[in-house]
């Protein structure tokens, strides 16, 4: 059976700066958390990092005729901060916005829609060192930034986001410490994770006010897909905490103006919430045009029985206030990421989203995996592992569709293999092959399938 999509789904593919740009020290751009945090020993696998990426800095005309030739309707990047607002404050850099109108202008003339992400992790790093996410005062600098991008480019982007992931950035950012800056502090990541919320309102009041009013604003969430190991009370007391921990304080604020009650009771023994002004959640309640989910993976967690032992405490973790959860391997097939592949759980998100908020359109801005691919003797890479994840989850999105929930596009991640954050190059998540001695792109067999899909909107027969 064919499979056919709506007229007008949008079929893109994602990067983002970090990942991909390099240049790192090229026409003004100052460092971010993740220069520093990478330049520091014993950070990122192989000591890996974005200094060189994959020279889309200087591949982007490139790089951009290769999203046409894979007939994508959409391209989802993000703009590095410190390269258009160099140290995170006051004026603008010319050339870095030089950069960023010239690879829309590229866009556009392929017929490609711009879908730009404004922060995707790379915080200027005077921002860190004058307190980070955890301070107030990050969130009035990122409305300020908000601003400059949209004041140069809002007269070619029509689909402006304002955050990817706020989850990675307050919980592995400041909690477990697996990513950019490296703290361990469940203080400073319920903190993080309320001006990040704070970030989003601000900015997105602060694009509205700048763009003509046919530009689409949102946000990108990676909402947990949770599982409980039983139906017992603690596992399913253990699926309600992970979930408010990953999800809900996210779209509480957003969606529905406060922080779940539960939450709040669940964290009363590391913080009173203080730092929650009167107005912040009016401002975080901004109306959004879509809701942008990133989906890879779901969690499956159990709880404890009352006077059972509990998982050994003290290590630094990205659930604050979840001590007694344990996190469990689920069966079947895994990534190189050791991800497990479970399509459902995509499904579950996106008819939950529909639910809990009607009437507000769904993007699907990530969805892929790593496998460990490697160029045959001719020099071709055969993916058939990522063809038949990208089938089966194309496949939910599908049959969300067609149980009702307005799904109005599906971003691939990721366009080109590329710096894997704390994994660095060891993990391949391209259709497109990047061979890093040369440079050189490869489309894998997987591109050139998602090429079909793109061009005819239906999925094939597998
Ligand atoms: C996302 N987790 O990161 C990011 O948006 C991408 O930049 C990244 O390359 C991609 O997914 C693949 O990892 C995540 O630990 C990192 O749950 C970690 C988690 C989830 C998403």
């Known amino acids: 059976m064919t499979v056919n999509f709506p007229p007008g789904f949008l079929w893109g593919a994602a990067t983002a700066a970090y990942q991909i740009e390099g240049a790192a020290q090229q026409d003004g751009r100052t460092p971010s958390i993740w220069d520093t945090f990478s330049h520091t020993p014993g950070k990122v696998l192989g000591g890996d990092t974005g200094d060189v990426a994959t020279d889309h800095y200087h591949r982007r005309a490139e790089d951009v005729r290769l ?11 993000s703009v590095s901060w410190p ?24 866009l556009l003339a392929h017929g490609i829609r711009p879908v730009l992400t404004l922060y995707h992790w790379d915080l200027p790093q005077e921002l860190e060192s004058a307190g980070g996410w955890p301070e107030r005062g990050t969130a ?37 410490g697996v990513h950019a800056p490296g703290r361990t502090d469940d203080v400073a990541a319920l903190r993080a994770a309320h001006h990040l919320n704070l970030a989003h309102g601000l900015g997105a009041q602060a694009l509205r006010a700048a763009l003509p009013s046919r530009a689409a604003v949102s946000v990108t969430l990676n909402p947990g897909a949770v599982r409980a190991l039983t139906d017992s009370p603690p596992d399913l007391d253990a699926r309600r905490r992970v979930d408010a921990l990953a999800t809900r304080i996210f779209t509480g604020p957003m969606l529905h103006g406060e922080y779940p009650a539960d939450l709040i009771a669940d964290t009363a023994g590391i913080t009173d919430w203080s730092f929650v002004h009167g107005g912040d959640a009016a401002a975080v309640h901004h109306p959004l ?31 604050p206030g979840a001590g ?24 579950d998100l996106l008819t939950r989203f529909a639910r809990e908020a009607p009437g507000l359109p769904l993007m699907v801005t990530e969805n892929g995996a790593a496998y460990d691919d490697k160029p045959d003797g001719e020099g071709a890479v055969h993916d058939p592992e ?4 990208l089938h089966a989850h194309l496949d939910a ?35 497109v092959y990047v061979d890093y001695a040369t440079q050189v792109r490869t489309p894998k067999s997987s591109a050139r399938w998602y090429e ?11």
């Not at 999203?67 to 990047?77: I, N, P, S, V, W």
């Not at 390269?83 to 590229?106: H, I, K, S, T």
């Not at 942008?292 to 659930?319: I, R």
């Not at 990522?386 to 994840?389: H, K, L």
């Open 67 to 77: 999203m046409a030739d894979l007939g994508l309707g959409a391209y989802r990047f």
């Open 83 to 106: 390269r258009v607002q160099p140290g995170g404050r006051g004026p603008a850099c010319q050339a870095g916005l030089d950069f960023y109108r010239a690879l829309v202008d590229d």
């Open 140 to 176: 009035h600098r990122f409305a300020d930034y908000a601003h400059l991008v949209a004041e140069a480019l809002g007269d070619r982007v029509e689909l402006w986001t304002t955050l990817n992931e706020p989850w990675c950035s307050a919980f592995l950012g400041y909690g477990s």
């Open 289 to 319: 045009d879509s809701l942008g989910v990133n989906y890879y993976a779901p969690f499956l967690v159990s709880g404890q029985a009352p006077g059972a032992a509990g998982p050994p405490a003290g290590e630094p973790s990205p659930w």
């Open 324 to 347: 007694g959860v344990t996190f469990h391997r689920p069966p079947g097939k895994r990534t190189a990421m050791d991800w497990s592949v479970d399509p459902t759980g995509l499904y």
């Open 386 to 389: 990522r063809i038949a994840y």
């Open 397 to 431: 999105v599908h049959r969300a569709i067609g149980d009702g929930v307005d799904v109005c596009g599906y971003f691939l991640w990721s366009l080109l293999d590329n710096f894997e954050w704390s994994y660095g190059y060891g993990k391949r998540f391209g259709a």
């Open 452 to 462: 079909r899909v793109a061009r005819t909107g239906q999925l094939p027969p597998f």
